[in-house]
């Protein structure tokens, strides 16, 4: 079965918010090309993903506010899908929302500062009903989220920069970025977030949840 690899980035907020992608997190991006870099720095559960010309699509989730940054994302896959944030204010012709089919499953994607509340369960659910989508990818809060509501998959890749909320005293957020792995009806999400230990080493984290059209949201086995 053929796999289809797509790379979802959300709320880059660049020059605005934030000056750049920060190296750590745009090094897994780097990886995923042919590229110099070593390969043995890469978690070792992802090398397996790790070839030439694997990601197939790009998914941003809005506020993409610069052209160096698009450069970079267009570098990485032609095919880079885009809707409009609350930020994109120079590009008025994006569309609110997309639908995207890879395998059996209907992926759409918003930047999400049109779901009222925002991040509220029972609007996501109202929106994926409404696109007739699987899976929901929506952004806008500047933070991950992933879970499964009455058979549906909701994801939130967070901010691929880290900045955080708009609101007094909320705090940075975690940079990061999301990969699905598409195969027929089933998706495998890696979850890449830049975190900080205890002693302030900084390191990429990598998680992975995997959801099935058929039976919802499951373990994915290492």
């Not at 797509?6 to 934030?18: E, H, T």
């Not at 990061?176 to 089933?186: A, E, K, P, S, T």
């Not at 205890?198 to 994915?220: D, H, I, M, Q, Y």
């Amino acid at each position: 079965m053929t796999s289809r690899l797509v790379l979802v980035l959300g709320d880059l907020f660049i020059p605005d918010r934030a000056p750049d992608i920060p190296a750590k997190v745009r090094l897994p991006l780097l990886l995923l090309l042919s590229s110099p870099y070593p390969k043995q720095s890469f978690p070792t559960q992802f090398k397996k993903l790790l070839a030439p010309n694997k990601i197939g699509q790009i998914l941003c989730l809005g506020n993409l506010t610069d052209t160096p940054t698009y450069d970079f994302l267009r570098s990485i896959a032609p095919d880079l899908q885009i809707v409009k944030g609350d930020y994109d204010v120079d590009a008025p012709n994006l569309p609110p929302s997309k639908v995207v089919t890879h395998g059996s499953l209907r992926i759409g994607f918003t930047h999400g500062h049109t779901i009222v509340p925002p991040g509220d369960p029972d609007a996501l659910l109202i929106a994926a009903r409404h696109m007739d989508v699987d899976v929901l990818l929506w952004g806008g809060t500047m933070r991950f989220e992933a879970y499964e509501l009455e058979g549906k998959f909701f994801v939130n890749p967070g901010s691929a920069t880290g900045v955080g909320g708009c609101g007094w005293g909320e705090e940075e957020g975690v940079p990061g970025f999301c990969l699905m792995d598409v195969q027929g009806d089933v998706l495998v999400l890696y979850v890449y977030q830049l975190k900080t230990d205890a002693n302030g080493v900084e390191n990429v984290n990598v998680e992975k949840v995997s959801f099935r059209k058929a039976t919802g949201l499951t373990p994915a086995v290492s």
